[in-house]
């Protein structure tokens, strides 16, 4: 009987002859949620989600994916998965239209191929030869073919790189479609406003090692750290840190007797947090001396 989750992973090791790539990784991804995968280039983000895709070997490690390790996983499995790879597939001779017409032939029960190029907003693109696609048209037109056999598990692998901002929008909502639906999703990104925005949990990954799983708004006691105040007083810009920013504004509030000039509450945003958190490692990291000699 398949587990209540989508992946479970213990103890998942990958070896390249010169680097130790994912290095005894713990993940649970739970059915119908979307899980972001953050961490620097070359943490071990794509490694890992290719073993789980069954397109590389674990060298050790217990991996089920949707019920199944993915070394074992045959055209059954593989069709309940839908995959956006970092490198696009090359059919430059087809056109949009063609191309995921084609792809939903491939499925048993594909989602509708015209919906789905107006979903990623290629309707006026359905006749172009996709050589002739932009680079943020070509990642749509990748995006469209990951959802188009109405996967139970996506994969996303830096799926809105190139986006204009209006596209990564239309894109967001595409996804939370797709979760609304009930559809898991597997998202790596560099855009962490993207991670704060889509995900339900995000696993940070530095070194090929799990740092932490958290929600957007509890990493690193995100929830609980100091609030910074900020307003213009009549000698310049003021700053304070406090637990309790409310009294803070109501003090201010009272003194000013209205509007406090340029007033900002923030607390540390989930790049702040990020960063915290990869420093920490790096600063733990062995020396590169061997490497930089
Ligand atoms: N086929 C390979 N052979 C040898 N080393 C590899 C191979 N693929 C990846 N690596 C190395 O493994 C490490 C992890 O790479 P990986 O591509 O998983 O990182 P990533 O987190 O996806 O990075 P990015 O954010 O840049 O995509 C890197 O040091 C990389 O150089």
Redesign the pocket.
């Known amino acids: 009987m398949e587990n209540d989750n989508a992946v479970r992973v213990r103890g998942l090791v990958?070896r390249?002859?010169?680097?130790v790539?994912?290095d005894g990784v713990d993940l649970d991804i739970h059915r119908g949620e979307v899980f972001a995968?953050l961490?620097?280039?070359?943490?071990?983000?794509?490694?890992?989600?290719?073993i789980l895709e069954g397109y590389?070997r674990a060298d050790e490690g217990e991996i089920s994916v949707l019920g199944t390790d993915p070394a074992h996983g045959d055209r059954h499995w593989r069709a309940r998965l839908g995959i956006v790879a970092?490198t696009s597939r090359d059919e430059a001779e087809l056109s949009v239209a063609e191309l995921v017409y084609h792809f939903a032939g491939y499925y048993p029960a594909p989602r509708d191929p015209e919906q789905v190029i107006a979903a990623v907003g290629l309707e006026e693109k359905r006749k172009t030869r996709t050589r002739k696609l932009s680079g943020g048209q070509r990642r749509r037109l990748d995006v469209a073919l990951g959802v188009i056999g109405n996967p139970e598990l996506l994969f996303l692998?830096?799926p809105t790189t190139g986006f204009d901002p209006e596209a990564r929008r239309q894109f967001w909502t595409l996804i939370e479609e797709l979760r609304t639906e009930g559809t898991t999703i597997l998202l790596?990104t560099?855009y962490l406003d993207e991670a704060e925005h889509l995900a339900d949990r995000v696993g940070v990954?530095a070194n090929?090692k799990m740092v932490e799983v958290a929600t957007p708004d509890t990493l690193g006691g995100r929830g609980a750290r100091t609030a910074r105040v900020s307003w213009l007083a009549a000698d310049g810009p003021r700053e304070i840190r406090t637990d309790r920013p409310s009294a803070e504004v109501a003090r201010l509030l009272a003194e000013y007797g209205g509007e406090i000039p340029e007033l900002q509450v923030r607390r540390p945003s989930l790049e702040d947090i990020y960063l915290e958190l990869i420093g920490s490692v790096d600063a733990t990291a062995p020396a590169l001396e061997g490497a930089l000699k």
């Open positions: 990958k390249y002859p010169d680097k790539a994912v995968l961490g620097p280039n070359g943490a071990g983000k794509t490694t890992a989600t290719e590389r970092q692998d830096e790596t560099h990954i090929g």
